[in-house]
Structures are given as structure tokens and as C-alpha cells.
């Protein structure tokens, strides 16, 4: 969560960068950049935007998965061996 002591204008960020940079390293908190007094960017260190990356392709994929097991319990899916023998014929796989 973006913390209200966390929002700093760009200049005093370009002016203290590796001070700001361990500071962001230390807390893996993301920290708010203003210019002209309104918020510009977002910056963060770069494993804490990993993680982050990584938590919505899992999000992502449980509501992939979520989304199928709705189709299938409203029997709107295909039956194995015709989405096979469709996939198939599109990329050309053997059999």
C-alpha cells in the first residue's frame, strides 16, 4: 500500500537518487513521485515489482481456471478429443 509519507516531488528525488534507492531496497515499499504537486510515477525496487508481476500472472491464472470450471459446469466446453482434433488442424499437430 502506498504509504502518504512515501510521496516526494521528482526534483528531491533526482537530487538524493541513492539515498531514495536504499531507501526503497530496505523497505520494499513503493514510493510516489510528484511533479508540479501532482503524483507522476510510481517507483519501487525491482524484486518487490517482480513479486508483483508474478502475483497477477497467478491471479490471472486462477481466473482462467475459474472461468473454465464455470463453462464446463454450464457444459459450454468441448469434449477432449474434438478440442484436440481442433488444435490440431490449426497448428498442425501430430496425432
Known amino acids: 500500500m502506498l504509504s502518504l509519507s512515501d510521496?516526494?516531488?521528482?526534483?528531491e528525488f533526482q537530487r538524493g537518487a541513492k539515498a531514495f534507492l536504499a531507501r526503497l531496497r530496505e523497505t520494499k515499499a513503493p514510493m510516489v513521485l510528484t511533479v508540479n504537486g501532482k503524483a507522476a510515477v510510481v517507483i519501487q525496487d525491482a524484486q518487490s515489482y517482480q513479486?508483483?508481476?508474478d502475483k497477477?500472472?497467478?491471479?490471472?491464472s486462477i481466473a482462467g481456471i475459474r472461468k473454465s470450471i464455470d463453462e464446463f459446469e454450464r457444459e459450454e466446453g468441448l469434449p477432449l478429443k474434438e478440442a484436440?482434433?481442433?488444435?490440431?488442424?490449426?497448428?498442425?499437430?501430430?496425432?
Open 7 to 11: 510521496i516526494h516531488p521528482l526534483s
Open 51 to 53: 513479486q508483483l508481476l
Open 56 to 60: 497477477i500472472e497467478l491471479l490471472d
Open 84 to 95: 484436440w482434433k481442433q488444435l490440431q488442424e490449426k497448428y498442425g499437430l501430430p496425432d
